[in-house]
């Protein structure tokens, strides 16, 4: 790992965490430590499911993987290099899960460079299957916890969008430390934002779209503007219902979404 690429705010542990990923190894441990006193998800060793890719899904992986995925790393991804252009719009999706937004996003914002991150190397692999099928030339995929790439992948204000759909909700009490949308993690997503750049977070979890109501205005840096959002400059409309979505309205689920702007200051 190239420790010089570290920002100054974070101080990564020796362990390392993409090593474990590669060898297959689906925890992810919080491996950046931040000193703002702001509070950040602490996942410890928790265990997510490892799962086996088919015969055609490894070989679709060995084939397109290096040149479309990334693992975790200390290094700043070029992102106009990875993508062969200059001038896109950039849009980092937290948890993408199986892909399914994401890969019935990518045509209708051909103009926008997407980053699925996703630990789940089965979801990462289903998402790259569809990527190569159906030749969708603007989104890559990286490997590892989602606070951990952002805070260690890209520099400040280097992303147009962040998008957080249907994140865990860790209903029980002693659990809600994990949650993802947290005050640090907020302040780092501002951080990575452009000014403008949009922060896109959509639950079907009562509980959870409460617990994100009270932190709407946590961030000063981050100027919340509610849903829906007419003029925001990003897309907002998922196109399809992904497999949690789904789930949560069969069960009568009400669905939440929340819209941030990245403040000029």
């Given amino acids: ?27 992810r441990p919080l491996k950046s430590e931040f000193d703002d006193d702001l509070d950040y998800p602490r996942l410890g060793s928790v265990g997510f499911r490892r799962g086996t890719l088919t015969e055609n899904q ?16 200390d290094e700043f991804i070029d992102v ?7 001038g896109s719009r950039t849009i980092l999706e937290i948890g993408s899960g199986t892909g399914t937004s994401t890969a019935a996003m990518a045509p209708v914002e051909a103009g926008n460079n ?20 159906n030749d969708i030339e603007n989104v890559r995929m990286v490997r590892g916890d989602g606070v951990e790439v952002l ?33 640090g993690t907020l ?15 959509a639950t079907d979890h009562a509980e959870y779209a409460e617990w994100i109501s009270e932190l709407v205005n946590v961030e000063p840096k981050l100027e919340y503007m509610g849903w829906p959002w007419e003029d925001c400059p990003q897309l907002t409309d998922r ?3 992904t497999k949690f979505e789904g789930r949560g309205l069969d069960l009568d689920h009400t669905i939440t979404e ?6 000029s200051d």
Avoid: C
């Fill in 187 to 201: 302040n780092l997503i501002a951080s990575r934002l452009k000014p403008g750049g949009v922060l896109h977070v």
């Fill in 1 to 27: 790992m190239n420790n010089a690429d570290i920002p100054e705010n974070n101080s990564a542990n020796p362990e390392p965490a993409a090593e474990n990923v590669a060898a297959g190894n689906d925890r």
């Fill in 239 to 241: 196109q399809v219902i």
């Fill in 80 to 86: 106009p290099a990875w993508f062969g252009r200059e």
């Fill in 58 to 73: 490894e070989a679709t992986w060995e084939a397109n993987w290096p040149r479309l995925g990334r693992e975790l790393s």
């Fill in 151 to 183: 805070n260690r992948m890209f520099p400040e204000a280097s992303l147009d969008g962040v998008r957080i759909f249907f994140p865990d909700p860790w209903p029980k009490a002693r659990h809600h430390k994990r949650r993802i949308i947290q005050s």
């Fill in 114 to 133: 997407v980053i699925a991150v996703e630990i789940y190397r089965p979801g990462l692999a289903k998402l790259l299957g569809a990527v190569v099928r």
């Fill in 258 to 263: 929340f819209l941030w702007r990245r403040t």
